[in-house]
């Protein structure tokens, strides 16, 4: 049996409708549905407030439904992607910042080492953004 089954079976066994479910959840009818028929999943407060409403373990909900679980693993470690990609923008501001300084300091070699370091901060930071994109974009 698969989440989807499992949740409209532990539904029905106490009497409650989908609407009184995401009421209970503070979620919509129509979201209730949409996991009850494995359109998507409940993220991981909502399995454990669905365990805690039902009585029965995080186990039960899930076993059986190697999809949803896989689907969990992926979301997760594209959430770590995403985390580690910060210092991406950070790096294009950094850039940012150094060209807007050189608008005030006097012509000098400096000056043009700074114009540099500026373009290439920013040119790095677009590959890094570029390349977290197509990896966030894998299946």
């Known amino acids: 049996m698969n989440f989807g089954e499992t949740l409209q079976s532990l539904r029905k066994n106490q009497g409650l409708t989908q609407e009184a479910l995401g009421e209970q959840l503070h979620v919509t009818r129509q979201t209730v549905s949409n996991w009850e028929t494995g359109k998507n999943y409940p993220d991981l407060e909502l399995l454990v407030a669905l365990s805690n409403l039902f009585d029965v373990s995080l186990d039960i909900l899930l076993k059986g439904d190697g999809h949803m679980i896989r689907k969990m693993d992926q979301e997760r470690s594209d959430g770590r992607r995403l985390k580690?990609?910060?210092?991406?923008?950070?790096?294009?501001?950094?850039?940012?910042?150094?060209?807007?300084?050189?608008?005030?300091?006097?012509?000098?070699f400096q000056r043009t080492a700074v114009i540099v370091l500026g373009l290439l901060l920013i040119a790095v930071s677009q590959y890094l953004q570029y390349r977290w994109e197509r990896l966030l974009s894998l299946p």
């Not at 580690?84 to 000098?108: E, F, M, N, Y």
């Open 84 to 108: 580690k990609s910060g210092w991406v923008g950070r790096c294009g501001g950094a850039g940012l910042g150094l060209l807007c300084s050189t608008l005030i300091a006097p012509d000098s």
